[in-house]
Structure formats: structure tokens, C-alpha cells
């Protein structure tokens, strides 16, 4: 799967989740320090996603979890070498939820 198809996935999760809760891209936009154009260009695909601002996405859409804008079919099986995160003082909850995010990439061995 190519880094856009990817991104098409992760955006049209976003893009369905807002339409679900009948919000405009410009509230949620303004919620997330992103411009409405920025936020149309992360649902189609076109532009890539910060961690930090999938995390304020999933806040604004009330996503429970980061990992529900990943499809599950990215999950890979079995453990991982450890990840290690610049960020030293991030919560517990967060820390785990971006762990997982990121073992379920696609690529990752």
C-alpha cells in the first residue's frame, strides 16, 4: 500500500467521522489550528498528518481512540523492537495509544 493510499484512508475516516456529527471543516478546522483548506486536503489524501494533529483531530471529532482512524487491517501481529519517543514527558494513555498507532504502519518489521 503506497504513503497515499494511506493517507486517503486516514482522511476519509476524518472526513466520514465529521459528517457524522454534521460539522462544517471550518469549526473543526478552527479547532485544530488548521486552516479549512488544510483540513479539505487531510480528508482527500493530499496532505500528509502530524501525530500532534491527529491527536487534536481526534479530540475535536470526539474519536476515542487514535487507532480508530487506522484501519485494522494495518495491524501487524506479534511484538516489535521497543519505540522510543523523543517526547519524555508524555502521558501513559497517550504514549501507548501512539505506540500502537505506529506499529500498526504498514512497513514496519
Same mark, same amino acid.
Given at each position: 500500500?503506497?504513503?497515499?493510499? !494511506? %493517507? $486517503?484512508?486516514?482522511?476519509?475516516?476524518?472526513?466520514?467521522?465529521?459528517? @457524522? #456529527?454534521?460539522?462544517?471543516?471550518?469549526?473543526?478546522?478552527?479547532?485544530?489550528?488548521?486552516t479549512?483548506?488544510?483540513?479539505?486536503n487531510?480528508?482527500?489524501?493530499?496532505?500528509?498528518?502530524?501525530?500532534?494533529? !491527529? %491527536? $487534536?483531530?481526534?479530540?475535536?471529532?470526539?474519536?476515542?481512540?487514535?487507532? @480508530? #482512524?487506522?484501519?485494522?487491517r494495518?495491524?501487524?501481529?506479534?511484538?516489535?523492537?521497543?519505540?522510543?519517543?523523543?517526547?519524555?514527558?508524555?502521558?501513559?494513555?497517550?504514549?501507548?495509544?501512539?505506540?500502537?498507532?505506529?506499529? $500498526?504502519?504498514?512497513?514496519?518489521?
Amino acid at each position: 500500500m503506497s504513503d497515499l493510499e !494511506i %493517507y $486517503r484512508l486516514i482522511g476519509s475516516r476524518i472526513a466520514a467521522r465529521r459528517k @457524522d #456529527l454534521r460539522l462544517k471543516q471550518v469549526e473543526v478546522a478552527a479547532q485544530i489550528g488548521l486552516t479549512r483548506a488544510s483540513l479539505a486536503n487531510i480528508e482527500k489524501g493530499r496532505q500528509k498528518i502530524m501525530m500532534h494533529q !491527529i %491527536y $487534536r483531530i481526534a479530540e475535536a471529532l470526539r474519536i476515542e481512540s487514535i487507532l @480508530d #482512524l487506522v484501519p485494522p487491517r494495518f495491524s501487524t501481529s506479534g511484538p516489535d523492537e521497543p519505540i522510543v519517543f523523543v517526547e519524555g514527558d508524555m502521558r501513559e494513555d497517550l504514549r501507548v495509544q501512539a505506540e500502537q498507532f505506529v506499529r $500498526r504502519a504498514p512497513g514496519r518489521r
